[in-house]
C-alpha cells in the first residue's frame, strides 16, 4: 500500500493535466508556425524544367515554400510592377481597407500606366487595391502609398520593413509602382517569398484573378478594366498575379496556378516580349500538369 500511494498521485496529476487542455508534444514532422497542422509537401516534377529566355525564375509549390526550380534566382535587378505585390500586402497590413482615400494632384502625376483619377476624388482602399493589382495603374499606387505612408518615402520605409519581415533579403525599395529608380531591386526568389503570401490572402487572390470588370468614377464615368496578365486568358488553371514592364527590367511575370489541390508560384524575371508569356505557360504547366505526389 506504501508503494501504490505515490503512484496513484502521479496518475492522477498526469489525468489532470491532460483535463485541463494542455496539449501534447507535437509529433515530429513539418508544421506551420500554430505547430498544429502538417505542412503539405510536393514532390519535384520528375523531367527537367523546360527552357526558357527569362534571365531569373524560381518556381515554388504554393503551400509548402518548396523550390522545384531556380535560375539565378538570387541576381539582384529591378522588377517593374511586380513589386505592387508588396504594395499590396503593406495595404492590407494597414487595415481599415474600406477608408476612404481623397485623390490629389501629387498622384496623379505618375505616368506611363494610369487610371486618370482627378484631384478631389475619393475611393476606399479596397477600391484602389482592386484596380491596383488587376490594371497596374501607377496613379492608383501612388494614391495608397501617401494614405498609408504619409508619402512615398514614408510608404517605401514601410516596404522594406515588410521586407525584412518575410525573409526577403536581398531587396530594397524606393517606390510603390516598380518605375525604374536608383537603389530599387529584389530577386526572383524575394518576390517568390512575397508572391507566396499574398497567394494566401483570398481577398488578393480574388483581385489577381479577376480578368476584366467594371471601374465607376465619382462623376458617373465608368471604365473597363482588363487584366494584364494574359495567361488568365490562356491557361485555364493560372489564378494570378502581377506584370511588370520596364525597360530596365524587362518584361516580367509573376504568375500562379492551381490543380489538384496542388498550388506553384512562378516568378519569370528579364524576359522579353516574344517569351514572357511562353516562359511562364511552360514553367506553370512543367510544375502542375504531372502526376500527384505518391
Known amino acids: 500500500m506504501t508503494l501504490?500511494?505515490?503512484?496513484?498521485?502521479?496518475?492522477?496529476?498526469?489525468?489532470?493535466?491532460?483535463?485541463?487542455?494542455?496539449?501534447?508534444?507535437?509529433?515530429?514532422?513539418?508544421?506551420?508556425?500554430?505547430?498544429?497542422?502538417?505542412?503539405?509537401?510536393?514532390?519535384?516534377?520528375?523531367?527537367?524544367?523546360?527552357?526558357?529566355?527569362?534571365?531569373?525564375?524560381?518556381?515554388m509549390d504554393a503551400d509548402s515554400g518548396r523550390v522545384f526550380y531556380a535560375k539565378n534566382a538570387d541576381t539582384v535587378r529591378p522588377v517593374a510592377s511586380t513589386q505592387k505585390i508588396i504594395t499590396a500586402l503593406c495595404v492590407l497590413d494597414a487595415g481599415n481597407i474600406d477608408k476612404p482615400v481623397v485623390?490629389?494632384?501629387?498622384?496623379?502625376?505618375?505616368?506611363?500606366?494610369?487610371?486618370?483619377?482627378?484631384?478631389?476624388?475619393?475611393?476606399?482602399?479596397?477600391?484602389?487595391?482592386?484596380?491596383?493589382?488587376?490594371?497596374?495603374?501607377?496613379?492608383?499606387?501612388?494614391?495608397?502609398a501617401r494614405d498609408v505612408g504619409g508619402s512615398v518615402e514614408g510608404f517605401a520605409a514601410i516596404m522594406n520593413n515588410k521586407c525584412q519581415q518575410l525573409g526577403m533579403r536581398n531587396s530594397n525599395f524606393v517606390n510603390p509602382h516598380g518605375l525604374t529608380e536608383p537603389g530599387q531591386?529584389?530577386?526572383?526568389?524575394?518576390?517568390a517569398i512575397a508572391a507566396r503570401v499574398a497567394h494566401r490572402?483570398?481577398?488578393?487572390?480574388?483581385?489577381?484573378?479577376?480578368k476584366t470588370y467594371t471601374f465607376k468614377f465619382n462623376d458617373g464615368r465608368t471604365r473597363l478594366i482588363v487584366n494584364t496578365n494574359k495567361l488568365l486568358k490562356t491557361v485555364p488553371?493560372?489564378?494570378?498575379?502581377?506584370?511588370?514592364?520596364?525597360?530596365?527590367?524587362?518584361?516580367?511575370?509573376?504568375?500562379?496556378?492551381?490543380?489538384?489541390?496542388?498550388?506553384?508560384?512562378?516568378?519569370?524575371?528579364?524576359?522579353?516580349?516574344?517569351?514572357?508569356?511562353?516562359?511562364?505557360?511552360?514553367?506553370?504547366?512543367?510544375?502542375l500538369e504531372r502526376p500527384a505526389a505518391e
Open 201 to 210: 490572402s483570398p481577398l488578393l487572390r480574388s483581385y489577381t484573378s479577376t
Open 103 to 144: 485623390i490629389t494632384a501629387y498622384d496623379t502625376a505618375c505616368e506611363p500606366t494610369k487610371l486618370y483619377l482627378k484631384p478631389g476624388d475619393s475611393y476606399t482602399r479596397r477600391e484602389l487595391l482592386k484596380v491596383l493589382m488587376v490594371k497596374s495603374a501607377n496613379d492608383v499606387a501612388r494614391a495608397l
Open 185 to 191: 531591386y529584389s530577386t526572383a526568389r524575394d518576390m
Open 4 to 59: 501504490l500511494k505515490p503512484l496513484a498521485v502521479c496518475l492522477f496529476a498526469v489525468f489532470s493535466i491532460s483535463s485541463c487542455g494542455v496539449d501534447p508534444p507535437p509529433r515530429p514532422g513539418n508544421y506551420n508556425q500554430g505547430g498544429r497542422q502538417p505542412i503539405p509537401t510536393s514532390s519535384i516534377p520528375r523531367t527537367p524544367p523546360p527552357a526558357v529566355a527569362a534571365e531569373s525564375v524560381l518556381v
Open 237 to 287: 488553371f493560372c489564378d494570378g498575379m502581377k506584370t511588370g514592364t520596364t525597360n530596365a527590367s524587362g518584361r516580367c511575370l509573376i504568375s500562379s496556378g492551381s490543380i489538384n489541390g496542388r498550388s506553384v508560384i512562378c516568378v519569370v524575371l528579364k524576359s522579353n516580349t516574344p517569351n514572357i508569356w511562353s516562359d511562364s505557360e511552360k514553367l506553370l504547366r512543367w510544375s
